[in-house]
């Protein structure tokens, strides 16, 4: 029997050593670090026992790592399954695919993206697991007593269970309903309300590393129940058997908070997990990077309230646990997601001095120098702006100096590209808007604003109905739709035939709003209807933003008044936000 391990986690060191030790089996590894792995891996448990075996094979390639491969298992994130789910897809021939982490969302993502191949998920891990020395040990620290497993999709469920019950030595029980294992009160119930427990209440840095399980108390135990009692509510809405997913009490063998407190802290394979803590000078603080936040929030917790609002069911105190952590997370990502994004404006603003081009921030990123000193603390783009006239030297330079992880953004580098303003892209990150999934790249981004002097901010309006228009159908910018390809190939022909007479018209307006040296500058391809004003804009200065200094406006406030009206004042908290689309910066 041949096995492809995906993943290199805790779980996929000791799952790798427990199957690669058994010598009817092979086991092929599938991770972005192959070169990490020696061909050896060994696990010991806590009895001093030691797994050992030989890998078949160790690769970053879906094709060689699932070639011949009867069984897939995933032993990745939450954030992870969709995204491998997708890269083996192609590969996976007969093999059944499963996942030892059932509760982050496997079953929904994987029934959808691979509707005809055999699934199968575990209800809980097999094994309590830490990594020793990656890519060669691993340590088992606990088993379960019994294994429970749904699947999908296969015809042969007892000798599939008899096969499962073979790999990993436990006694195996067939679920009902993938649901059982989709749906769980263990780490997406248990490790939320422990940190909502820990944090919402305690916002000071801690003296000492507090420890997860050693340290529960009975605040947290009254809370866990309170979640739990909400999620049994949900599964008798959902018709799912309590046979394999007892109350938290009962999983317990305890009566009521006091108790429940007593059996977590006397577990013998939680002693000595620490909570999600980083050290800092000033004292431990949440590690919103760990798994216990990036999985059991926004994968675990999230399909629960999602069936839960599907189902009609109230759940309050799940409610106000999420939005906590989702919150925690939100606001980490976002500064990581500014941070990102002011490199992006460091080598920009190399290139522009450099290259003797004059920039200027602009709109939101230019009110957040004024006001905050940086970034305001919900941004979640950059804008500059450029002449139009520099637009040419600024791309070529662009392109020649950007470094291997910025992109640069146009119609001509991303054929898919909706604006008409060429973008700064971050390559090492996703900014996840609808209407960009088409495109090349999907990073945090720099816009560039192309602006030029305009007669008017009438006679720009005007121009740019038909500039607009007529551009976006030759540049296929917008991603216009059409329902009958005839239709789209007619104007796109008129779009052509037009384009003399709006680049004549424009062109007019250009050499008006020269000779008589108007005061404003805009840009004729989209609506924006804030003017920029040279004589606020020129002789460009320094401003600080985020510590570094950068171009502006000679005269910021006025710049702002003319965009914003009164800048300085803070808008509702309801109107705090930026794209309102999911975020993800790689490290």
Known sequence: MRVCICGGGSLGHVCTAYLASHGDVEVALLTGHP????????????DGKVFRGELAVISDSPAEALAGADMVLLCVPGFLIRKTLSDIKPYIGGAAVGSVVSSTGFFFEAMELLPRVPLFGFQRVPFIARVNEYGHSGSLLGYKRQLAVATVGIADREGFRRQVEYLFG???TLLESYLEAALTNSNPILHTGRLYSLFAAHTAPFDHEVMFYSEWSDADSELLIAMDAEFSQLLDRLGVSREHTPSLLEYYESSDAHSLTEKIRSIQAFKGIAAPLKQTAAGWVPDLESRYFTEDFPYGLHYIKQLAEREGVPTPVIDKVYQWGIGMLKNATLRKAQLRMLHILEV???ICRREGIPYWLDAGTLLGAVRHKGFIPW?????????????KRFRKAALASLPDDLAYQDWTTDPNHFEMSPRIRDRRSLFDQPESRCQKYRGLFLDVILVERVPSMRVKKFICFFYRRVTREMHNYGKVAYKSPVRRVVVKAVAYLAWPFVWLMTSVARLYAAAIKSDVMSRYYTHFPAPRCISDIFPCKDIEFEGEMFSAPAHPDRYLEKMFGDYMTLPPESERGGHYCPIEVYD
Do not use: F, N, Q
């Open 379 to 391: 941004d979640d783009d950059m804008d500059i702006c450029i002449l139009r006239k520099d637009y």
């Open 348 to 350: 920009v603003d190399g």
């Open 170 to 172: 436990t006694p195996v």
């Open 35 to 46: 070169l990490a792995w020696g061909k050896s891996i060994e696990a010991a448990d806590p």
